[in-house]
């Protein structure tokens, strides 16, 4: 075993320490940024909130003909969902509720669902 100083990045989690006010903050920011490139969602729009209140989710809203589904397919929906399970259980617990909402949808989700 090696001492390597004081840990920096763990799994994508940026740690910062402050001994002298003695702080611990951990942040993803990093990880949030790599998320938004990787699923090309920098064109999204941006709200304050983790779910906006606008947003419906109605499970008929879902695909029933075939050709939708299959555009679909090339989705990464499971993927976006994960990455933002990963985030909500490392660092953002507020998270959860909107990624449940979202996650019921995985077997077939809609581009209704924003």
Known sequence: MKNM???????????HQDH????FSLSQETYFKKI?????MNIADLIDTPMDKSC??????CLKIEEEKKRMVKVPYASVVG???YAMMCTRPFLCSAVGAVNKYQSNPTPNIR
Not at 20 to 23: I, N
Not at 56 to 61: D, E, G, Q, S, T
């Open 83 to 85: 990455s933002l399970m």
């Open 5 to 15: 100083g004081e840990a920096v990045y763990i799994l994508g989690v940026k740690i």
């Open 36 to 40: 938004i490139k990787q699923f090309h």
């Open 20 to 23: 002298s006010k003695k702080l």
């Open 56 to 61: 419906v989710l109605i499970r008929k809203l």
